[in-house]
């Protein structure tokens, strides 16, 4: 029996409104109708944990489709008000999910985690951004849509961690031994907690905003209060104080309009002062899970299509590390509308741009705009492109309805710019210049790569299942320093 199959048994009767919404999902297309099915099961029998930031990765892999598929269904499920979508960076060290509702607008500023006193953590869309899904209240209420009402012990250090992250057992045992005490402060309020203060290091977190102020209690400290007040952009002031050992009170003022919890740990081992700021290299506390990274996330032709808005950066950019591009342009266009007629070629071309863009979405890859007959296309990794590559000159000639068509394909992977081009993400930079500029040196029915689109992980088992032949050359490309060398595969 299969993971969709059994998954049925035993289920929860769906509510109206999550069938509802199902159904608009079902009416598109997209879909089998027991992928479908299996997902409504899913979102009315799982635990509330299973529902809060969920992977569509991970569900992939427990329902056994494939990941492009599991990403796509959590896209349109967002679309269309089951799920909720969030943007988190991930703490290098403990693995915190820092995140925001604002998108990708949020990334272009460094992060810090007041956990680790990591400062400086650089946004990287390519490998430190995990996109998270949770369900909506509007289908199903889980209790971690009200942090306000979680008891720390119980939930706090689950909201504060990805869900994507394992805690290497040691680790994790002293994380939860340190549990102090879990409470929460009423909006508008103030809490005073009387504690014993022993030699030791204590932090008050917040895992809603992940704010934390530390506590370190030691021979130089001569006071014996500690005053914190909540502010409404989710941090604490002061975010260090220093205390003597004894008796003691720590105040707790909530300046925002709604309660929030909070957790008072104690870790004898972590003394950091704001004075010993720690930067990278750090070690990792854990181990992580598949998850969905930004990169995946906006060379997905769903997304694009579905989250224009939400697709926009910063105004300054959004940097990529790797992303590969790929041109395409049809051989001898201008003489097919002269030959047949401005309709009957315009229909082809039409019909021409609506298979490139299946094949390129089948690749996990995204339509980044049109150019006349030519297209731009992003995908986060080489392979997936370089395969879409040769789907496509396999299929172009079943377009023929007469007349032969013929694509030439340049390829190129490297760093790139993000940015806002007309309400749309475009790309900028050097590498987006060669992969244009490579697709003009290829002939019809060829497909021209640079070398680390061809020295690429899996690129050479996709050229030689294809049987394409190699050709190795070099040029001079208009407005890029020195001779680039590619490959030719016909």
């Not at 089998?32 to 969920?54: P, Q, T, W, Y």
């Not at 081992?269 to 899970?289: D, F, G, N, S, V």
């Not at 339509?367 to 030519?374: E, R």
């Not at 000639?397 to 007349?403: D, M, P, V």
Request: proline fraction near 5%; charge should be negative; aromatic fraction near 8%.
């Amino acid at each position: 029996m299969s993971a969709i199959e059994s998954s049925h048994q035993g289920d929860k009767t769906l509510n109206t409104n999550l069938t509802s919404r199902l159904n608009i999902i079902r009416e598109a297309g997209k879909f089998d109708h027991e992928v479908i099915d299996h997902f409504g099961s899913f979102l009315a029998n799982a635990s509330d944990e299973e529902l809060f930031r969920m992977s569509p990765l991970r569900y992939a892999a427990r329902t056994n489709i494939p990941e492009h598929v599991a990403i796509d269904l959590f896209l349109h499920a967002a679309h269309c008000g089951i799920l909720d979508f969030n943007w988190g960076v991930l703490c290098p060290s403990c693995g915190c999910f820092m995140t925001t509702k604002s998108g990708l607008r949020w990334l272009q500023s460094k992060k810090k985690c007041l956990t680790c006193y990591i400062d400086n953590i650089e946004p990287s869309i390519d490998n430190n951004i995990e996109v998270a899904f949770t369900v909506s209240p509007a289908v199903r209420q889980i209790r971690f849509h009200n942090f306000e009402t979680l008891d720390f012990k119980k939930d706090g250090l689950f909201v504060h961690f990805s869900t994507s992250v394992t805690l290497y057992p040691e680790v994790h045992q002293i994380i939860h031994s340190s549990v102090f005490h879990g409470d929460r402060v009423v909006a508008g309020s103030t809490l005073e907690i009387p504690i014993t203060f022993e030699e030791s290091h204590y932090f008050l977190t917040i895992p809603a905003s992940h704010a934390v102020a530390h506590i370190s209690v030691n021979e130089t400290g001569t006071g014996s209060e500690a005053e914190f007040e909540l502010l409404l952009d989710g941090q604490i002031f002061p975010d260090y104080i220093t205390l003597a050992p004894g008796s003691g009170t720590i105040r707790i003022h909530n300046r925002t309009r709604q309660a929030i919890m909070f957790g008072l740990m104690r870790d004898p081992h972590l003394k950091p002062t704001p004075q010993e700021e720690r930067t990278y290299p750090i070690q990792p506390l854990y181990t992580l899970t598949p998850y969905l990274t930004g990169k995946q996330l906006v060379t997905s032709q769903t997304f694009r299509d579905l989250f224009r808005t939400e697709s926009v950066p910063a105004p300054g950019g959004l940097e990529f590390k790797s992303l590969t591009f790929l041109f395409t342009d049809l051989k001898g266009s201008t003489e097919m509308y002269d030959r047949i007629g401005d309709f009957h070629a315009y229909a082809l071309v039409r019909e021409h741009f609506a298979l490139l863009r299946g094949i390129i979405a089948a690749h996990r890859g995204a339509i980044v705009k049109t150019i006349g007959d030519a297209i731009m296309a992003s995908f986060a990794e080489p392979a997936p492109a370089l395969e879409a590559a040769v789907v496509m000159n396999r299929e172009i000639r079943k377009l023929s309805g007469g007349e032969e068509l013929l694509l030439k394909i340049g390829l190129h992977t490297g760093s790139c710019i993000a940015i806002e081009q007309n309400d749309k993400l475009d790309y900028f930079g050097q590498t987006v210049n060669i992969a244009a500029r490579v697709q003009s040196v290829a002939e019809g029915g060829e497909i021209v790569c640079t070398e680390p689109v061809y020295n690429a992980p899996k690129a050479d088992s996709i050229i030689r299942t294809a049987s394409l032949n190699v050709e190795q050359d070099r040029a001079i490309l208009k407005g890029v320093h020195g001779v680039v060398p590619f490959y030719r595969l016909r």
